[in-house]
């Protein structure tokens, strides 16, 4: 305002206005609020209530602004699902990032053991080349020196023959000079003729031999040539029993070469038969292929399907769909009515079902309700946390904090409830959806799902110790992911251990099984094969216990606290005091005082919702 001039009294009245409904909500700091937009909608409703001519303009733009408001809210709530899954994939992704990461580390540590272990070889390779390498060079030295040794003493040889051949001319030179002196010179003419004769006889013997050598050069021996004669004989027979087989053998090939003839005509006319078949049949659908599909399995979808027609299965895939009886879907009956009518505002409702009027239905689906229950499990856990150990929130309060926090409007709050609401009755055959909606409605203790997880939690813990005793692999053998069961589950007998054996194979097939795979959930919080048999013994062995208990108490329509004591101790010798205090309170809703009874259907029925489970063996 410039110098002199003073605010309307109206506007400091409106400031004033404002400051005061800003520090009674809390709201001074500029800061996006639901409460501060509200005192500003105030302040603008009264400036609009004053200027009665400009009030059509300024109504006109407050409605534009609250329609984008609305529009805006209607898109967050919107995405609201979709930023929960995102959240959930982006989480699934880092696990197997990292779980490639981890795979990828022991296979470049595996690689460069193989590595050093490869360069070790190659030099030890290299020191024996060099050393055999010695090794030749000194053999070779020797062999020069052995050569050139006998080298040596065959020439001290051959001059030793020709020094013995000169001494020995020598002395036959002395002898003939000696007996021609005695005989004189007849001697020499006679030895001369002899010479001649020898030389003559010598030249015949040449001839002799070389014509024999020139005759009987090729001629092999009499004793080779009879082996040889032998040999080509056998060659000769085999020859005619190969000749008479491979003869046999071309009839029968000719016979066989008919016969697939014939079959290849046949086989021709079958396809063309086939074909017309195909063109003027409906072909039969796979009925076995939604068993991967639907909740349970195959053995489920087995027991759903059994002895039903197309139509009838069509009815059981609509109803699994929906969440509703097969008996509505056959019926023709709506999914459900457009609104559901409140319940009222009385203390015995739930907090979050407390209203009076029509809610809209949004007929949530089963995904979705899923996503939904697995996101209020998670924000309770981190609820539950900040409290002291041991104190948990109720389900129903929490679902209307739970609610109020993310939608924070009223009617959005009432509308959400109602539709989780209904959705859990719906899909009540679900066994996570239907434990949620037990423990809502306070049927079931809330410990039973909180003992589940601890449960899963430890057995995975045991798998992984078993892991790091064989090499941290990243999976078990059999035998060990077996002993590793029998350790960790020492109640169970040999048909439960089996079965759970060939549920974790089912989805690690192959000689190892892959542990942290079983304990994996998809986007929905859907476990696999192995989990869901581990919560269906866990489940039917409570039911077994709770039977045993009730025999104990030998069908008495009251018990006391001191018979219910003597039930379990009969039953479960091994059971500690804290234990069984513990389902001494949960059978007696916490009332023990001496001389307290309560009838046994009551008691029965608050063990089986309770978390109840054998201590030792029988």
């Known amino acids: 305002m410039?110098?002199?001039?003073?605010?309307?009294?109206?506007?400091?009245?409106?400031?004033?206005?404002?400051?005061?409904?800003?520090?009674?909500?809390?709201?001074?700091?500029?800061?996006?609020?639901?409460?501060?937009?509200?005192?500003?909608?105030?302040?603008?409703?009264?400036?609009?209530?004053?200027?009665?001519?400009?009030?059509?303009?300024?109504?006109?733009?407050?409605?534009?602004?609250?329609?984008?408001?609305?529009?805006?809210?209607?898109?967050?709530?919107?995405?609201?699902?979709?930023?929960?899954?995102?959240?959930?994939?982006?989480e699934q992704c880092e696990k197997k990032l990292f779980s490639m990461k981890q795979e990828e580390k022991s296979d470049m540590i595996?690689?460069?053991?193989?590595?050093?272990?490869?360069?070790?070889?190659?030099?030890?390779?290299?020191?024996?080349?060099?050393?055999?390498?010695?090794?030749?060079?000194?053999?070779?030295?020797?062999?020069?020196?052995?050569?050139?040794?006998?080298?040596?003493?065959?020439?001290?040889?051959?001059?030793?023959?020709?020094?013995?051949?000169?001494?020995?001319?020598?002395q036959e030179d002395s002898k003939t000079s000696t007996d021609e002196e005695g005989e004189g010179k007849e001697d020499v003419t006679f030895l001369k003729l002899a010479l001649k004769k020898a030389r003559e006889d010598l030249d015949a013997k040449n001839y002799k031999l070389a014509k024999m050598e020139s005759d009987y050069g090729d001629v092999v021996p009499r004793r080779d040539f009879e082996k040889l004669e032998a040999q080509c004989a056998k060659l000769q027979k085999d020859t005619e029993q190969f000749t008479s087989d491979h003869q046999k053998l071309m009839q029968e090939h000719?016979?066989?070469?008919?016969?697939?003839?014939?079959?290849?005509?046949?086989?021709?006319?079958?396809?063309?038969?086939?074909?017309?078949?195909?063109?003027?049949?409906?072909?039969?659908?796979?009925?076995?292929?939604?068993?991967?599909?639907?909740?349970?399995?195959?053995?489920?979808?087995?027991?759903?399907?059994?002895?039903?027609?197309?139509?009838?299965?069509?009815?059981?895939?609509?109803?699994?769909?929906?969440?509703?009886?097969?008996?509505?879907?056959?019926?023709?009956a709506s999914t459900g009515a457009e609104y559901f009518d409140g319940q009222g505002t009385g203390p015995e409702v739930p907090r979050f079902l407390r209203f009076e009027g029509q809610v809209r239905n949004r007929r949530l689906?089963?995904?979705?309700?899923?996503?939904?229950?697995?996101?209020?499990?998670?924000?309770?856990?981190a609820h539950d946390a900040e409290k002291v150990e041991g104190e948990r929130s109720d389900l129903g309060e929490f679902l209307y904090t739970y609610l109020q926090r993310r939608f924070g409007i009223e009617n959005m709050i009432i509308e959400w409830g109602y539709n989780l609401y209904d959705a859990c009755n719906r899909y009540n055959h679900d066994p996570r959806i239907g434990l949620f909606y037990g423990?809502?409605?306070?049927?079931?203790?809330?410990?039973?799902y909180h003992d589940q997880l601890v449960m899963l939690e430890k057995l995975y813990n045991a798998l992984t110790k078993a892991d790091l005793a064989s090499g941290n692999q990243g999976s078990l053998s059999r035998a060990d992911?077996?002993?590793?069961?029998?350790?960790?589950?020492?109640?169970?007998?040999?048909e439960s251990i089996t079965a759970l054996i060939k549920a974790a194979e089912q989805e690690s097939p192959g000689d190892a099984i892959t542990y942290k795979n079983l304990f994996t959930e998809d986007e929905e919080g859907r476990a696999g094969p192995f989990v869901d048999k581990v919560r269906d013994q866990d489940k039917v062995e409570q039911a077994l216990?709770?039977?045993?208990?009730?025999?104990?108490?030998?069908?008495?329509?009251?018990?006391?606290?001191?018979?219910?004591?003597?039930?379990?101790?009969?039953?479960?010798?091994?059971?500690?005091?804290?234990?069984?205090?513990?389902?001494?309170?949960?059978?007696?809703?916490?009332?023990?005082?001496?001389?307290?009874?309560?009838?046994?259907?009551?008691?029965?029925?608050?063990?089986?919702?309770?978390?109840?489970?054998?201590?030792?063996?029988?």
């Open 2 to 90: 410039p110098k002199g001039v003073h605010k309307p009294k109206f506007l400091e009245q409106l400031e004033a206005f404002l400051q005061k409904e800003l520090r009674s909500l809390d709201c001074t700091e500029m800061v996006p609020s639901e409460k501060r937009l509200q005192a500003f909608r105030e302040v603008f409703e009264y400036l609009i209530e004053d200027f009665k001519t400009y009030k059509p303009l300024l109504s006109a733009i407050k409605h534009e602004y609250e329609m984008m408001l609305i529009h805006q809210r209607e898109r967050i709530r919107d995405l609201e699902p979709l930023k929960a899954m995102l959240v959930t994939v982006s």
């Open 110 to 170: 595996d690689m460069r053991k193989e590595n050093l272990k490869l360069q070790r070889t190659i030099e030890q390779l290299r020191e024996d080349q060099v050393s055999l390498k010695v090794q030749v060079e000194k053999l070779q030295e020797e062999v020069g020196a052995e050569y050139l040794r006998y080298r040596n003493e065959c020439d001290a040889r051959k001059m030793l023959i020709a020094d013995i051949n000169e001494l020995k001319y020598q």
């Open 254 to 332: 000719n016979a066989l070469l008919e016969v697939y003839n014939k079959v290849l005509e046949q086989r021709d006319q079958f396809s063309l038969d086939n074909d017309a078949m195909r063109r003027s049949a409906t072909p039969r659908p796979r009925w076995d292929k939604c068993g991967q599909y639907v909740e349970g399995g195959p053995d489920r979808w087995n027991e759903l399907s059994q002895n039903r027609t197309s139509d009838e299965l069509v009815d059981v895939l609509l109803a699994e769909m929906t969440g509703q009886d097969v008996s509505q879907i056959q019926s023709g």
């Open 365 to 381: 689906g089963k995904r979705d309700t899923s996503l939904l229950i697995k996101d209020i499990w998670q924000e309770k856990a």
């Open 439 to 448: 423990i809502l409605q306070k049927e079931v203790d809330e410990a039973v």
């Open 481 to 494: 992911f077996e002993q590793s069961m029998r350790a960790f589950f020492t109640l169970k007998d040999d």
């Open 545 to 618: 216990y709770v039977k045993e208990v009730e025999n104990a108490l030998g069908g008495a329509s009251e018990v006391s606290v001191e018979d219910v004591r003597q039930a379990f101790q009969a039953v479960d010798p091994q059971i500690s005091p804290d234990i069984l205090t513990k389902y001494l309170n949960r059978a007696f809703a916490s009332k023990q005082e001496p001389g307290t009874k309560v009838e046994t259907a009551l008691l029965l029925k608050r063990l089986q919702t309770g978390s109840i489970k054998r201590v030792g063996k029988k």
